[in-house]
Every structure is written in structure tokens, then in C-alpha cells.
């Protein structure tokens, strides 16, 4: 066997190939440079491959390639107004007309939580961009509470005039009880805190939370069956963890029985943990992209874990959102801002591409962990379900230049617009990498234990094996439709898939079997994604896999964290209907 080449974090100034070139079709295999770590296509000066154009089409809802019907902007006043109305509120402007996609409309929400001081910007409309209050103000070491209530939070997502869905949400508490915060829920730590997560339970449903990203101990994965119980309705728990990881990290529902529908309503929240000596950004925004299934009222669909859905890509909405407080149309900064924007999709199942325009963009961290900065190809990255990207942004050192981040879904539609405003800011040397995780940069194959993962199951794309009695026949438990190995749904209930020590190299072949798209994470590692016959790595870690229909990957790990560790989907309705599976490390 060769020895695997010693790459860099980031991209260098050349690279062979396609990164990703035996997990395309063969009619496929040169059309970029793909992370499947964050389902986005990234490409150095040296290797630009193709364009977001060649990007798998996730087919299940809507007309065109994972796209909804029609996507518009419109904005929200009146009743819809509140603290979490997420679009423009008052006379802030759209940011774009409406776009007739395909002959139906839909809602295009923004949010932009603010989580720096507002020192180098200005403020169109009325509007307020609000800040992270509490959590912000945390900057000591140890120890460090977060108090959590997951609630129901009934709310209009359509226009004024619709009616209210049922949604649910982490809302911070103080020492009293009291909320602290409002909008869309983004926490904050600093490295070297001992953090706590205090979570109450006041659902009329059983629920679990795990922090995607997370590194830390096994008893803080906070996976139901696996390293600890559901919370119940009426009960509270905690995880306590040593914040040794900096980055952007997600706070996610993880009992596989309720994931689709309580990520769905929105139980979400970003979670940050600063640099011990934080790196000079004018603007920290955090960016969770989503989408809504709604009906003609505007109330979000309660079709939560149907077979038409969890049987194929997983549930699509038709109106796409930026989670959380309603923002401005637009924002101005001053000439020669930096900004750090903290991308976070936090959808059930929509690999959601996001294009910025107007200012210099560089990614530099990938699934909570940092890498090389690098200019990604076309300034776009596709994030897939619960997949996290780190992007800095650099205004123009004059006045009067415009900028956008762009779904790029239909013809296109900005989600958050900025205009450089006021006298420049001094001229800036170009900024460093963030803080090296302290990760590995070699992996010895030589040795590995290696693991075959083969998803099955769901069904073909054939129309006719979609119908209502065909998928009741076939699937007459709908919380098995996908099989690991040929087990149905066992999960975390069974045998490990692999026993491994501490230490030791983990190289799993994920093999995609099925005809739909599949994102799997693994919990407590980071690995590194293999290039054909293992000569090689993709030059940044992830935590978080994209693959096509019918296409095999191969990722290795150093099995360092001890404990019991899942391997699953983060599509919710694949990870509900048996895409779960679990390594040991002893």
C-alpha cells in the first residue's frame, strides 16, 4: 500500500485533481474541487475545476435541482414583526424584488445575529441589528452556565396577514428564570471556560441536544441511546464540557424519532467559542440558513417523518430563510471593514449554496475546525445540513461599493446586502489562519483497522414507487427505510460497528448504495477525506460528509477520543429512519 502524502490544512498553490474524484459518476469526475465536508465546492487559484453549476441535483420537492418551487423576498411588518420575524421589519427595504422562479412565490427570510461591537458600521432604516447580550458578556474563565429552555414559541413565518405556526426554540434564561435573550438563539463562550448547558424541557415531547463540531467528552455528545437518555417533558439535564475547541458550533435536536419535527419548528442555536486572543474583525455575524415547508396560509406543514419524504432526499421546504432576528435590508459598513460571517445551515434536509459578491471572501475554517485560508471557486460554498463554514470578508477601501451573499438556488436571491458608508478604516495587514486546531497533519495508513459502511434502502426515482400504498407496503414501519450493513434500524441499540483503541488509525469506507443523496457525520473526531487508493487527503478535516447517489468515500481518523460515538445522518429524516450506526473507543 503507499504511504499517504502529508498535506497541508488548507489548499496549496497547486493540487492534483479533483479531491473528490472517485465519490462523482464517471460522467462527473472533473467537474470540481469538492469538500463533502460542508457539500461545498472549493478550489484554490491553482485548481478550479468547474462551477456551482455541477453541483448533484437533490431531487425529492420542488422543480429543479434542490431547488423549491419559487423562492422571492418580501418583507414582514405588523403582527409579524416580533423578535423573531424573519424578514425586513418596518420600512427597511428588500433586498431584491421578487424573482418568479416558476410561476409561485414564496418568502425569503434574513437574519444577521451580531456578535461584535458595532464600532465600523452604520444602519439603514430604523431597524436594529441586535447583539448577543448575556453570552457576549461572558469573558472569564471557569466556570461558564448556559441556560436553556426548549419551548414552544407560536409565531407568524409568512406574511402579516397568515396565520401563526406552532415553532419551538432555546431560550436563554438568567440565574431567575427569566429570558435573556431573544431572536435566533446564538450562545457564546471563551476558550478555557468550563461550559455548562443547563437544558429544561418544557415540549410536550421528549428531546436530546448534541453540539455538532464538539471534540469533548463522551458524556457531553448528548445522544439519546447511546451516552445518555431523552430528556422528558418537564425535565431539565446538562452537559459540562472544557471549551478547548475555538469556532462555530450547532446546538441540534438529536432523538432520532423527533429530529425532523423539532428541527423543522426551529430547536436550534449557534454556539460560539471565542479565541482566547480573538483575531481584529469590525463585524462577528452568524448566518443559519434554513428552509420552511409551508402551506398556502403561510403555516409551516406538520408532515414531520412521512414516508415520500424519508424515503428519498429528506424534507425540502418552498420558502428559504435565514434563521432568526428580523434584520435590515441592508447593512452599511465602513470602507476597509473586515467581517467574520459564521455560516451554519441548520435545515432538515437542503444543501443551500451561498455566493458572495462585492467584497474579497476567503474561507477559514470548515466543520469547527480551522484550515489555510483559501478563496473558494466563484466565492460560493454549498452547505449541507448542519454543516458550519467560517468566511471572512474584506470591504473595498472605498465608499460606495455594494456587496451580497446570494442563495444561489433559481436565478438567484440575496439574503444580506452591504454598502461600504463613511470615511475608511486604516488599511489592515492580510489577516493570519486561525489558532491551529492542534490536530495531526499526517494520518498513518499503514495500519488502519478498516470498516465497510453500507447505506441501503429508501426507494428508486421512479414516480410510481412514490405513491401513498406502494411506500405503506413497502415500508410498513416508517421509521425503518434505511439499512447500515443490512441492519435494519438497529441504531444505537446494537453492536458497535467497531471496537477500536485508543490511538489507532479508523479508515471507513461509506458507501452511498442508495439513489438519493446522504450527509453523515461522525461525533467526537475530525477525519480526513482520502483521495483514490488512499495516496493522499483532501488538505483541511471535516466532521461532516456529502455524498452523490451511488458513490463510495473513504475518510480516516485517529480513534483519540474514548467513549461511544455515533455515525449517522444529518438529514433528519434519514437520520429518523435508520442511517445510525456507532463506533467504540476504548
Known amino acids: 500500500m503507499r504511504r499517504a502524502q502529508q498535506k497541508p490544512i488548507g489548499p496549496p498553490s497547486a493540487m492534483r485533481g479533483p479531491g473528490l474524484y472517485h465519490a462523482f459518476p464517471a460522467t462527473q469526475q472533473k467537474s470540481a474541487w ?28 420542488g422543480t429543479g435541482p434542490n431547488t423549491p418551487d419559487g423562492l422571492s423576498l418580501a418583507s414582514c411588518s405588523g403582527d409579524a414583526a416580533g423578535d423573531d420575524c424573519l424578514v425586513p421589519t418596518g420600512p427597511s427595504p428588500s433586498l431584491a424584488p421578487s424573482l418568479d422562479l416558476d410561476r409561485r412565490q414564496a418568502l425569503l427570510g434574513v437574519a444577521i445575529v451580531v456578535l461584535a461591537p458595532a464600532a465600523s458600521f452604520a444602519q439603514t432604516a430604523p431597524t436594529k441589528l441586535p447583539e448577543t447580550k448575556a453570552a457576549e458578556a461572558k469573558t472569564s474563565a471557569t466556570p461558564h452556565i448556559l441556560r436553556l429552555r426548549a419551548e414552544v414559541q407560536p409565531r407568524k413565518i409568512g ?25 435566533f438563539p446564538a450562545f457564546r463562550a471563551k476558550a478555557g471556560d468550563t461550559v455548562t448547558l443547563e437544558i429544561e424541557n418544557t415540549l410536550d415531547q421528549p428531546t436530546g441536544f448534541h453540539i455538532r463540531g464538539l471534540r469533548g467528552p463522551n458524556a457531553a455528545d448528548g445522544m439519546p441511546g447511546l451516552t445518555t437518555t431523552p430528556i422528558q417533558p418537564g ?10 475547541q475555538t469556532g462555530t458550533f450547532l446546538i441540534a435536536p438529536t432523538l432520532a424519532e423527533r429530529v425532523s419535527e423539532q428541527n423543522a419548528r426551529g430547536l436550534h442555536a449557534a454556539f460560539i467559542v471565542e479565541e482566547a486572543n480573538p483575531p481584529p474583525f469590525d463585524h462577528d455575524l452568524v448566518l443559519a440558513v434554513s428552509d420552511w415547508r409551508l402551506d398556502d396560509k403561510g403555516v409551516l406543514v406538520e408532515d414531520f417523518l412521512s414516508r415520500p419524504d424519508s424515503s428519498r432526499v429528506g424534507r425540502l421546504g418552498n420558502r428559504l430563510a435565514a434563521n432568526g432576528l428580523p434584520a435590515p435590508g441592508k447593512m452599511s459598513v465602513r470602507p476597509g471593514a473586515r467581517l467574520r460571517i459564521r455560516m451554519i445551515n441548520v435545515s432538515n434536509a437542503r444543501v443551500i449554496p451561498l455566493k458572495v459578491s462585492g467584497f474579497a471572501a476567503e474561507v477559514y475554517s470548515i466543520d469547527s475546525t480551522p484550515c489555510q485560508p483559501f478563496d473558494p471557486l466563484k466565492r460560493t460554498v454549498i452547505l449541507a445540513p448542519n454543516s458550519r463554514i467560517e468566511m471572512v470578508l474584506q470591504a473595498p477601501p472605498e465608499a460606495g461599493k455594494d456587496g451580497a451573499i446570494e442563495a444561489k438556488v433559481g436565478n438567484g436571491i440575496p439574503i444580506f446586502a452591504y454598502r461600504t458608508e463613511g470615511e475608511p478604516l486604516p488599511a489592515k495587514d492580510k489577516l493570519a489562519a486561525l489558532p491551529d486546531p492542534g490536530l495531526p497533519p499526517a494520518i498513518r495508513l499503514q ?15 421512479e414516480p410510481q414507487e412514490a405513491e401513498p400504498a406502494a411506500l405503506t407496503k413497502r415500508f410498513p414501519d416508517p421509521k425503518r427505510i434505511f439499512t447500515i450493513n443490512g441492519s435494519k434500524n438497529e441504531g444505537f441499540a446494537g453492536k458497535p460497528l467497531v471496537s477500536v483503541k485508543r490511538g489507532k488509525v479508523l479508515v471507513l469506507a461509506l458507501m452511498n448504495q442508495t439513489s438519493w443523496p446522504q450527509v453523515i457525520a461522525v461525533h467526537g473526531h475530525a477525519f480526513r477525506l482520502l483521495h483514490p487508493f488512499d495516496d493522499g487527503w483532501e488538505p483541511y478535516f471535516l466532521d461532516t460528509l456529502y455524498m452523490t447517489p451511488k458513490t463510495t468515500a ?33
Request: proline share 6%; charged share 15%.
Open 34 to 61: 469538492f469538500s463533502t465536508a460542508s457539500a461545498a465546492f472549493f478550489s484554490p487559484p491553482a485548481t478550479r475545476f468547474g462551477g456551482l453549476g455541477q453541483a448533484t441535483p437533490l431531487t425529492g420537492a
Open 159 to 183: 406574511t402579516p396577514e397568515q396565520s401563526e405556526s406552532r415553532l419551538f426554540r432555546l431560550t436563554e434564561l438568567n440565574a431567575e428564570g427569566k429570558p435573556v435573550t431573544s431572536g
Open 235 to 244: 425535565a431539565k439535564a446538562s452537559l459540562t464540557f472544557p471549551a478547548t
Open 447 to 461: 495500519d488502519a483497522t478498516r470498516v465497510d459502511v453500507a447505506i441501503t434502502g429508501g426507494i428508486g426515482t
Open 554 to 586: 473513504r475518510i480516516a481518523l485517529i480513534a483519540d477520543n474514548p467513549g461511544k460515538w455515533a455515525i449517522r445522518s444529518t438529514i433528519a429524516e434519514h437520520f429518523g429512519t435508520g442511517v445510525a450506526t456507532w463506533f467504540e473507543v476504548t
